[in-house]
């Protein structure tokens, strides 16, 4: 059974702030932050909007473009490290607003490589038949674990979250191939301590993902019986500018070809390549037929990668 992404959605807070705004905040500068990571504003939700809040709405969002109804859902994947709480997950949340009473859910966390966990194990339960339709969502509000006080990573992050919704594709189209991994010697880069703030060795998650997202996204491609010139798309991960380019120039492909939704919203962690991949989508951008690849890298540290044939 071939299996794909019949639908996406996403919902980016009204909330912008700006580099111009965050130059009164810390010293930093709009040069400075534009120049080193390509980010130029980011959404920030307010206190009476949740995780859970911004899941649903980007869920709303992929079941009307799927024509799939809540109720045919079988399961929900939310991929997260900002809950609204602990527990209940999220995902549990999602389950009863959406009215999906059938479906079992659970919460991933892969952080920034989340969305991709996600999907492939959708993936798994519609190809064995087990289910017919998954619902993916990565979510984040970064801003609540954000140190605002902190130069080096308040200029970074946004909220913000993505959907899809996946289901049995004609043949030939969905998903490809796909490669996850994780280096658990690499959790002290990125991580939430004691006081709920979320810090980062830049230089060595620069390090590592410069090498890994490349890597990764050639591998799919090569997987998957195709050529890196064949891609028509790719939605890396909305990290570093610096980053996503290291990926595109490795894969040889036009700057045209690059999801770059990181001068808007930054970086969104397990919401950005979902993020990326509906605003593509709702743009015209990615059309029927399209060979796409996602690659993403995060906390944990965590990778993942996913080469699809675009289209239902």
Known sequence: MDVGLLGTGHYAPENVLTNADLEKMVDTSDEWITSRTGIEERRIATDDID????????????????????EDIDLILVSTVTPDTPFPSVS?????????????????????AGFMYGVVTGQ???????????LVIGVE???????????????????????????????????LSFELGANGSGGEHLYQNDKN???????????????????SAVKVIEESGYKKEDID???????????????????GISEDKMATS???????????I???????VKNGKIEDGDLIVMVGFGAGLTWGAIALRWGR
């Open 51 to 70: 995780t859970s809040d911004m899941a649903y709405y980007a869920a709303k969002d992929a079941l009307e473009e799927a024509n799939v109804s809540a």
């Open 92 to 112: 549990c949340m999602l389950q009863e607003r959406l009215g999906a009473t059938k479906a079992a859910a659970m919460d991933v966390s892969a952080a920034c």
């Open 124 to 134: 798994q339960f519609i190809q064995t038949g087990v289910y017919k339709h998954v």
């Open 141 to 175: 509000k970064l801003s609540k674990i954000t140190d605002w006080s902190d130069r080096n990573t308040c200029v970074l992050f946004g909220d913000g979250a993505g959907a899809a919704v996946m289901g049995e594709v004609s043949e030939g189209k969905g998903i």
């Open 197 to 215: 703030h979320l810090i980062m060795n830049g230089r060595e998650v620069f390090k590592f993902a410069v090498r890994q997202m490349p890597d």
């Open 233 to 251: 798309y790719l939605i890396p991960h909305q990290a570093n500018i610096r980053i996503m380019e290291a990926a595109r120039q490795r894969l």
């Open 262 to 272: 990181i001068k808007k919203y930054g970086n969104n962690s397990s919401a950005s």
């Open 274 to 280: 979902p993020m990326a991949l509906s605003e593509a």
